[in-house]
């Protein structure tokens, strides 16, 4: 038989259960926050019992979703900020909209700056809720940045309706509006790693303004490159008339500092508005987004210099990035007027993978050390309005057999040191004591850096764009040789480039920024 003390506690456990279902009640009727309240009006629907769809944005094309959405949205639309501070960056709009312990409001929209050309930015949303109507259907949508430093990698838009029939319309227009809005169109791109795991930066540069004349190549080599790479695109629709493919890749090759980099920067001058993506080095890891901008954007024009220091296996890859850049050009059809310029001081480390995957490069072109006539031009050109002879010019660049234009470059500026040191204007004796200098014994330093003849194979002449003495940060395409006696002709290689199969889409993200330093 129960005693009396027990019975107390039935009652009180049974009072006690009977409140927990009161407050459970009290809070299920609650749970629709502020926020959620605003936005169901404007659905017309309780937004706690919809359907989330979440597309995920590459960061650098954030701008290009905020273009897109003020389109759609018009001038009906509205954006509300979203309360609740930092935990609102960690919540699901989900859970912003239905809550019983958080109470979300309208609160201010976080905006933030991004850069939409090299000297242009806008500011785009970077935490709201957008309430507007497509096709008469309402939508809200909630943007959001990209934080990689708490592991969002990517940017996202989380759509909701109440008409779930109409989201697939939406998100085709929303694609289809950040394509015709896109401020990648016609720009200069360039990806670089962040300190956040595999997030990277897209940096917009300025186009380079390089004229054929400042390219001295021996004779037919620029010329056989430009009608590669630019005439192609200029005549595609006679091409694609006659059957023909645009889609193209070119390989130039030869000793450090012959002028590949400069030629590569003639091309990009020479296509205005045409959508190119630079890549060097070990930034060539993004290839896999600078293909999807090229496919999304012709006419376009993907540079991947020093290919070769790629070549080989990566620990944390199961095949070679160069297998996937020749992958990247798989998977964009013949007729994209799309075009891979690759630079490598190394030919013959690519050529077994060239050799395994063959039609996907159908242009080789050697640039090699400058022979006497277009070392001539080069010392020239470096002269400028120097008042040096031409007759000192031609024997000087006569003794500098197998030097390349980093060579002349460093000489004429000595030249001129030399006599601002003495107080008087620079003449031909000045540029003969500062030959005499440059190629003594004491200097095979300094000929190595520049490229001389007989001393290479230490395998620090890397052409790495430093301007070559003169501060600039930029790569003006001629620095270092190996004084070979080479053949000032040079080497074209074409063979067949086939159609492929298209390859999975990029798997990093990326966001965009400008470049502090110019420079291609």
């Given at each position: ?112 700056t991004r850069a939409t050309g090299p000297l242009t ?43 779930e029939g109409a989201v697939p319309a939406f998100i ?349």
């Open positions: 038989m129960l005693e009396e003390s027990d019975r107390e506690l039935m009652r009180v456990v049974s009072r006690y259960l009977r409140r927990v279902e009161a407050l459970a009640a009290t809070e299920q009727t609650a749970e629709r926050t502020p926020l959620g309240d605003a936005v169901s009006e404007h659905l017309g629907a309780d937004a706690t019992t919809l359907a989330v769809t979440t597309e995920e944005i590459l960061p650098h094309r954030l701008v290009d979703a905020d273009l897109a959405l003020d389109a759609l949205g018009g001038a009906e639309a509205s954006v509300l900020g979203v309360g609740g501070g930092e935990q609102r960056f960690h919540s699901s709009i989900g859970e912003m909209l239905g809550n019983p312990h958080t109470r979300f409001a309208p609160g201010p929209v976080t905006y933030a930015d806008r500011r785009v949303i970077a935490f709201g809720v957008r309430l507007l109507r497509f096709e008469g259907v309402p939508f809200a949508v909630l943007q959001r940045d990209a934080m990689p430093q708490t592991g969002r990698e990517t940017a996202s838009l989380e759509i909701l309706s109440a008409d085709r227009r929303l694609h289809a509006l950040m394509v015709e809005h896109s401020v990648l169109r016609g720009q200069v791109l360039s990806f670089a790693g962040s300190e956040f795991g595999r997030h990277a930066g897209a940096t917009f540069l300025p186009r380079p303004d390089v004229a054929a004349g400042d390219v001295v190549l021996e004779d037919g080599v620029l010329e056989s490159v430009v009608d590669h790479v630019v005439g192609i695109g200029e005549h595609r629709d006679e091409l694609l008339a006659a059957g023909q493919h645009l889609k193209r890749g070119l390989l130039l090759y030869g000793p450090p500092g012959t002028g590949k980099t400069l030629t590569v920067r003639h091309l990009l001058a020479r296509t205005p508005g045409t959508t190119a993506v630079v890549l060097t080095g070990s930034s060539i890891r993004f290839i896999g987004a600078a293909a999807e901008i090229a496919r999304t954007f012709p006419p376009a024009l993907v540079v991947l210099e020093d290919i070769d220091l790629v070549a080989m296996e990566r620990a944390h890859s199961p095949q070679p990035l160069l297998f996937e850049v020749l992958d990247a050009l798989d998977g964009l059809d013949g007729d994209a007027d799309v075009a891979f310029v690759m630079t490598t001081n190394r030919v013959q480390v690519l050529e077994r993978a060239l050799a395994a995957r063959p039609g996907r490069v159908d242009l080789g072109v050697e640039i090699p050390l400058p022979g006497p006539g277009a070392r001539r031009r080069l010392f020239r050109r470096y002269a400028a309005s120097l008042p040096f002879s031409e007759t000192a010019l031609d024997a000087a660049a006569e003794r500098a057999e197998g030097t390349t234009g980093s060579f002349a470059k460093e000489l004429m500026r000595r030249s001129v040191l030399a006599a601002a040191l003495r107080g008087a204007a620079p003449g031909d004796d000045d540029l003969a004591a500062a030959l005499d200098t440059l190629l003594s014994s004491a200097e095979s330093l300094t000929r190595l850096l520049l490229g001389s003849p007989g001393e290479r194979g230490t395998g620090a002449g890397e052409d790495d764009g430093s301007g070559e003495g003169d501060g600039s940060g930029e790569d003006d395409g001629y620095g270092e040789g190996d004084g070979s006696d080479q053949d000032p002709g040079y080497v074209a290689v074409a063979v067949d480039t086939g159609m492929h199969a298209p390859t999975p889409g990029m798997s990093s993200t990326y966001s965009v920024s400008r470049d502090p330093d110019p420079g291609v």
